[in-house]
């Protein structure tokens, strides 16, 4: 069987290398509906038994990548001159020694880590980080919902904080939302820190993806449940160990630098938000009482209110866990520009065999394994959030989760960019692809690669993220020309304008959706795949996507129904908008504008 098999996958390379040459052009016209669907049928194949990180079949997905990139005459950019970059999956135990200071009008308490306040397991580096306090009551920014905590406040540089579980008025699937409370303070009002209430199993714990912070696990005694309000990092750092060492082993779980500074991320118990307003002028009995019964909270000034917040925490690495990066580079042409670079990613890891057998009837839809507990990507009951929709009957003993729209159609859209340079002119600015492991088990390899890069951070223009290109919407036929970009606009509007050029100028203009950008919207895209890793570090980034289907994260996910020329044509799409990257005299510039186009927004954002 084997032999045989690997006699076939080299005669494909042969044939398919011959064909580059009788070609020889490269450019986006040669990437082709026939060739991704050639090498889908391999990746998304039952051999591979659908991907799982640590798994055989994810090896051998990485080795058929490589020996394309090899045969493209694309550069090893991983290790040692290889193709593959070594991702460390570290177990880690900690040691709490954090603490948080306030002083209100002179008078001063400290709460130490587990006593009044809770740290996450993981809470980054030694640091001591301070400013005035700046209540926001439940510190939420959802104006279609009409809700907004945060008008007419400037809480930069301030520690935040915020109560409850939000008002009656809270928009469907907001557990997300709550738990990106303190990710959102920081990351788009510029607070220093974030303080929420200790409810619910950690709202607002470590709910930054892009931190370490998230990567925590439930501590080793806690049944492996995940809450809803926690991201696909936090989820899945528990999930990935299925398949590998012991996943129970350590605190937390991590791939990224214990040394780093992160904005704290802290929940906390009556008795610190007591203090608090103890001069306020206004009990905190009261402000707990509205926030029960989820009613208006009152606008709060806490004047003389400073709080300081010493990180100190120590890490012990008890268990590694490894697996791998697939990473290429074609150089480019300028002299002067060909160290730097542009950046493009999908990850090459799915979830692995069905842990229950599927159901032969598909009557009532059932949740998908692997998928997040609390309604998953798509929310509800409906597969993928398509309402109305039920699952496919898988075939009789069906148990492997094929990945083909997830991230398969991603994983060869890359390919055919990375064949398109290598085969084709080559633009001023070096490119760079990555094939991420890891992505479904919480960002492993992309928050390694931001963490440990391979080419330095300072030197990226820009990230071009792929994950689920090769299906419509809920499989519905308006969505044919459709793909859905998130995140866009928030580091560089000059590259949300370069998109939609490099849209414009195709053959074919497709129809570009920015819903899922909206940062009103119950999914968090944003946070939830590489690009995340990328632009945690301030590299503006473009997420492509054309959106959930009952198939999602289930043994039906299969090439069969995948849309190859629709996937041609976005794969077109990133190509020409990372050529135009590539060869601008310039980055894009960052101006941290931040999400500015959703729901029904189309087109270029003016200066
Ligand atoms: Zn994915």
Redesign the pocket.
């Known amino acids: 069987m084997k032999s045989r098999f690997m006699a076939a996958v080299c005669a494909a390379v042969v044939a398919l290398s011959l064909g580059v040459h009788a070609q020889g052009k490269g450019g986006a016209a040669s990437i082709t509906p026939a060739e991704l669907k050639d090498w889908l049928s391999y990746i998304a194949s039952d051999q591979l038994q659908g991907r799982q990180v640590y798994t055989e079949g994810l090896g051998l997905a990485a080795s058929y990548i490589a020996d394309h990139l090899k045969e493209w005459n694309v550069k090893p950019a991983g290790d040692d001159g290889t193709y593959f970059q070594v991702v460390k999956v570290n177990g880690v135990n900690v040691t709490r020694n954090s603490s948080v200071t306030v002083t209100v009008n002179g008078q001063t308490k400290t709460f130490k880590d587990g006593e009044g306040v809770t740290f996450p397991a993981n809470a980054g580096g030694k640091q001591t980080v301070s400013g005035q306090a700046e209540f926001v009551g439940y510190g939420l920014s959802l104006p279609e919902a009409g809700i907004d905590d945060y008008k007419g406040r400037d809480v930069s540089g301030k520690v935040v904080l915020y109560v409850g579980r939000g008002p009656k008025s809270m928009p469907a699937g907001g557990n997300r939302l709550l738990g990106a409370r303190a990710r959102n303070a920081i990351e788009l009002s510029h607070a220093v820190a974030a303080i929420g209430p200790s409810i619910g199993g950690g709202f607002g714990r470590g709910a930054g993806a892009g931190t370490p912070a998230a990567t925590a696990t439930p501590p080793a005694t806690a049944t492996p449940t995940p809450t809803a309000a926690q991201p696909a990092a936090g989820r899945g750092a528990a999930g990935g160990g299925r398949g590998g060492a012991n996943a129970t082993l350590g605190d937390f779980t991590t791939v990224q630098r214990l040394d780093n500074k992160v904005p704290p991320q802290i929940t906390a118990g009556d008795e610190f938000f007591d203090f608090i307003f103890s001069a306020a002028g206004q009990k905190y009995a009261d402000i707990k009482a509205k926030a029960d019964g989820q009613d208006a909270i009152p606008a709060v000034a806490l004047n003389n209110v400073s709080i300081t917040i010493n990180v100190d925490a120590d890490y012990t690495i008890v268990q590694t866990r490894l697996t791998r990066n697939v990473v290429g580079i074609v150089e480019g042409s300028d002299p002067k520009l060909k160290d730097t670079y542009v950046l493009f990613g999908a990850?090459y890891d799915?979830i692995g065999y069905q842990q229950t057998p599927p159901r032969q009837q598909p009557a009532s839809p059932q949740r998908p394994q692997g998928a997040e507990a609390g309604g998953g990507f798509g929310g509800g009951n409906a597969p993928g959030g398509c309402t109305g929709q039920q699952r496919d009957t898988p075939k009789a003993g069906d148990v492997i989760n094929n990945?083909a729209d997830?991230?398969g159609s991603?994983t060869v859209g890359v390919m055919a960019i990375a064949k398109a340079f290598a085969t084709g002119p080559k633009p001023k600015r070096s490119v760079m692809f990555v094939w991420h492991a890891g992505?479904?088990a919480g960002l492993l390899g992309s928050r390694y690669m931001a963490d440990y890069p391979e080419v330095p951070l300072d030197k990226v223009s820009a990230q071009l993220n792929i994950?689920?290109i090769g299906r419509n919407r809920c499989d519905e036929a308006s969505e044919a020309n459709t793909v859905y970009l998130v995140g866009s606009d928030r580091i560089s509007t000059e590259l949300h304008n370069l998109n939609e050029d490099a849209n414009a100028a195709l053959a074919a203009p497709m129809k570009l959706d920015y819903e899922f950008n909206d940062p009103a919207d119950p999914e968090s895209i944003y946070t939830r795949?590489d690009h995340y890793s990328y632009a945690s570090k301030g590299i503006p980034i473009i997420f492509y996507t054309t959106g959930l289907h009952r198939d999602y994260h289930y043994v039906t996910d299969e090439v069969g129904k995948i849309e190859f020329p629709k996937l041609a044509h976005i794969a077109q799409l990133v190509y020409t908008t990372g050529l135009k990257v590539a060869n601008l005299d310039h980055f894009p510039a960052r101006d941290n504008k931040g999400p500015r186009k959703g729901k029904g927004a189309s087109g270029k954002i003016g200066s």
């Open positions: 990850h799915h990945g997830d991230d991603g992505e479904e994950d689920m795949s």
